[in-house]
């Protein structure tokens, strides 16, 4: 069974541009994740998807991020413009069954984002 | 808010040594502890888990117990080998209805030296 992928796995842009992350998550798992991992500190949730909506994006940090799950299956997350401070490692994570909120949640490779 | 503190690193040990790396937890309720390592190049992977108090979560020779009246879940291996060497994330799972969120600590970064 494939698990969680991310693409790219590194992406290096200007301030300014804009940026987009893509997560195929396990096959049928209905909960993707999104999370992100900033100058070496604490992983941090961004948002959690149930299929095709959006179930929690209280950890957005602002509206330069749009997140979308068109259809349920991969998850794209847009960065417009990008700035400095979003320099880091983002995950995509996901796990299956709606509404099993402690099954364990499969981690992708990360994307890591470098704005200069 | 809920949240998760660990020790800092970085830890370099020598192969065989003991390893203890500290977890204490803030949060409503009893959420399930996670250890989740990152090996390099890596993701993140899940290493060990615990549901409710005084559960011993156990893989590849490192345990944690889930202890409620301190609200801690240290991690600890008998005898490190230098294939130990990752970074280690401390978490808890907090759910509400559907939604679901991971918090997770600053990671502690280990080295083993042969």
């Known amino acids: 069974e494939a698990g969680v992928t991310q693409f790219p796995s590194h992406s290096v842009i200007e301030k300014g541009q804009t940026v987009t992350l893509r997560c195929d998550p396990i096959?049928?798992?209905?909960?993707l994740y999104w999370y992100r991992r900033v100058m070496g500190k604490e992983i941090k949730f961004l948002l959690h998807?149930?299929?095709?909506?959006?179930?929690?994006e209280s950890g957005m940090p602002n509206n330069r991020f749009l997140a979308e799950r068109t259809g349920g299956t991969y998850s794209t997350l847009k960065v417009q413009p990008a700035e400095l401070e979003d320099s880091g490692v983002y995950f995509c994570?996901?796990?299956?069954?709606?509404?099993?909120?402690?099954?364990?949640?499969?981690f992708g490779p990360g994307t890591r984002l470098t704005v200069t | 808010g809920d949240s998760v503190t660990q020790m800092e690193g970085p830890v370099t040990l020598s192969e065989e040594a003991f390893l203890t790396i500290n977890c204490t937890y803030t949060?409503?309720?009893?959420?399930?502890l996670f250890w989740y390592v990152q090996y390099p190049g890596e993701g993140l992977q899940l290493l060990l888990k615990?549901?409710?108090?005084?559960d011993k979560g156990s893989n590849k020779g490192f345990e944690a117990t889930y202890r409620k009246e301190t609200t801690s879940f240290h991690l600890e291996k008998g005898s490190v080998q230098v294939s130990d060497s990752a970074v280690y994330f401390c978490?808890?799972?907090?759910?509400?209805?559907?939604?679901?969120?991971?918090?997770f600590g600053s990671g502690t970064r280990l080295s083993i030296r042969p």
């Open positions: 978490a808890l799972i907090r759910s509400r209805g559907s939604a679901s969120k991971i918090i």
């Open positions: 096959s049928g798992h209905d909960n």
């Open positions: 949060a409503t309720g009893y959420p399930s």
């Open positions: 994570a996901s796990s299956p069954n709606s509404g099993q909120g402690t099954y364990e949640q499969y």
């Open positions: 615990a549901t409710k108090a005084d």
């Open positions: 998807f149930v299929k095709e909506s959006k179930q929690d």
